[in-house]
């Protein structure tokens, strides 16, 4: 069974710039979950989508965006960039059906540089 | 709001025992551990739900407190593949985003 799949894996873009980050999820789920990782903040949570809907909103500004689509791939969008969006963004998907353990399984991650 | 996991580092020996500690300011539905190893993605570990049950894993296992909105995961008879950090995560319903503590360093040496 494929894991999470994250596109691309590493990335530099420099100020103003804006990204788009892929992510498919295990065959089956269809919940996805973004998250930023950074040394000092640790996992900060972005969004979940569920059924192409936002289900949760992390609190990060407007310029972070994300949407589902019908296969339940996951795109995350960072517009306007800043040199403290440099950060480690991870993508987690879970089946989220009644009595689903809530398991997230992760991706590798895609690593943004922002110069 | 943010989970607290305390301490936020520890270096064990082969063998030893320890307790990395979770605490919320908020009512908790459920608390998930999962652990990341350096350069890898974060692995799921156990959810504990509220009730106070505990759960195991091998030689990892974690207690719920929900009165006291807190968790802990002890890590007995430690192994090197146990070094990672360790993330409690919480959720205040079952519909909540699952939001992360700022993470638990551990090094087990031989």
């Known amino acids: 069974k494929a894991g999470v799949t994250q596109t691309p894996r590493y990335l530099i873009k420099t100020r103003g710039q804006q990204v788009t980050l892929s992510c498919s999820p295990i065959?089956?789920?269809?919940?996805v979950s973004w998250y930023q990782q950074t040394p000092g903040q640790g996992l900060q949570f972005l969004f979940e989508?569920?059924?192409?809907?936002?289900?949760n909103k992390g609190n990060f500004p407007g310029r972070f965006s994300g949407r589902q689509f019908s296969n339940s791939r996951s795109e995350m969008n960072v517009s306007t960039l800043e040199l403290g969006d440099s950060a480690l963004y991870l993508c987690?998907?879970?089946?989220?059906?009644?009595?689903?353990?809530?398991?997230?399984?992760f991706g590798e991650g895609s690593r943004l540089t922002v110069l | 709001q943010q989970p607290v996991q305390s301490p936020q580092a520890v270096i064990l020996r082969e063998g030893e025992d320890a307790v990395i500690n979770c605490s919320s300011s908020?009512?908790?539905?459920?608390v998930h551990w999962y652990r990341q190893k350096h350069g890898e993605a974060p692995v799921f570990l156990m959810i504990?739900?509220?009730?106070?049950e505990q759960k195991g894993h091998e030689k990892i296992s974690a207690s719920f407190n929900e009165k006291k909105q807190q968790s802990s995961l002890y890590l007995t008879a430690s192994q090197l593949s146990y070094s990672g950090t360790y993330f409690c995560?919480?959720?205040?319903?079952?519909?909540?985003?699952?939001?992360f503590g700022g993470g638990t360093r551990l090094m087990v040496k031989p």
């Open positions: 987690a998907s879970s089946l989220r059906r009644p009595k689903d353990t809530g398991e997230l399984f």
């Open positions: 065959s089956g789920h269809r919940s």
């Open positions: 989508y569920f059924s192409e809907t936002q289900r």
């Open positions: 908020k009512a908790l539905y459920s």
């Open positions: 504990l739900l509220k009730g106070g």
């Open positions: 995560g919480t959720k205040g319903n079952a519909g909540n985003m699952l939001t």
